[in-house]
């Protein structure tokens, strides 16, 4: 396992904004629920994310990285593919869809450039289609010995700055506001951290239908400044 300062270091590379994904092209639907007033204020915004992350994409998401880090871990190429086919499946719109493919495939690309390891060359043999983003990240952090609950930590936070940049981008709040948002999901994203590392098939799962409706609204909003 990698120490923990060097792992930290890795980590806060990985999901800052400047890491090459295009997250920042991507709202998850957000902008929808912008559009429409169900996401106006402070307040709105953090049980809308808080949501996401506790039994919404974010849950699901979380899951997905962890199996895959274990199918990693053991070298099982057949079940990292049925991760990857299962993770893209699962999603519950077009755009949603395309969302996790391009930032899974750019998270890969970026990785296999400036770190390259065995797992994600054996991911890429195995699974040689678009890869969903949380595929990748267990995929890669498998690989180069990541601590799993500081990776899902790390990944959760990131889902959760992305969501909070667009929506100051949007409007509905500041940015104090945003760093407040940002501050008060910090003891949700570590349980539920904590909670996913052991996580099975059986904890996959949403109850967030509005945000999954938001995504698919999205596909014929008249004016959009995301993809998603």
């Keep these: 396992m990698m120490d923990e300062a060097a792992a930290a270091s890795r980590l806060v590379l990985w999901f800052s904004p400047g890491f090459p ?12 629920a912008v559009e429409i007033g169900d996401v106006a204020r402070a307040a709105d915004l ?24 274990r ?14 086919e299962l ?8 755009e949603r869809r395309l ?5 899974g495939d750019a ?12 797992a994600a060359a054996r991911l890429r043999q195995a699974w040689p289609g678009a890869c969903a983003l949380p595929i990748a990240v267990g995929t890669a952090g498998a690989g180069a010995a990541l ?3 500081a990776l899902l930590s790390a990944f959760l936070s990131g889902f959760a700055a992305n969501l909070v940049s667009a929506a100051i981008r949007l409007a509905p709040i500041g940015q104090s506001d945003g760093l407040r948002v940002l501050a008060s999901l910090g003891p949700l994203i570590a349980r539920c951290a904590a909670r996913a590392v052991d996580a099975g098939p059986e904890d996959l799962g949403t109850l ?3 945000s999954d409706i938001a995504s698919m609204r999205h596909e014929t909003q008249f004016t959009r400044l995301f993809r998603s």
């Excluded at 994904?21 to 929808?32: I, K, M, Y």
């Excluded at 809308?48 to 994409?57: D, Y």
């Excluded at 993770?87 to 077009?94: K, Y």
């Design 99 to 103: 969302e996790t493919g391009v930032q």
């Design 71 to 84: 199918a990693a871990l053991s070298g099982d190429e057949a079940a990292m593919a049925d991760l990857a």
């Design 21 to 32: 994904t295009g997250a920042f092209g991507f709202s998850h639907g957000l902008e929808w």
């Design 147 to 149: 601590p799993l609950e």
């Design 46 to 69: 953090t049980s809308w994310i808080e949501t996401l992350i506790e039994q919404g994409g974010g849950w699901s998401d979380a899951v997905l990285v962890s199996l895959s880090y």
């Design 107 to 118: 998270f890969l690309k970026a990785v296999e450039t400036g770190w390259p390891n065995e």
């Design 208 to 210: 967030a239908i509005r």
């Design 87 to 94: 993770a893209l499946a699962l999603q519950p719109s077009r």
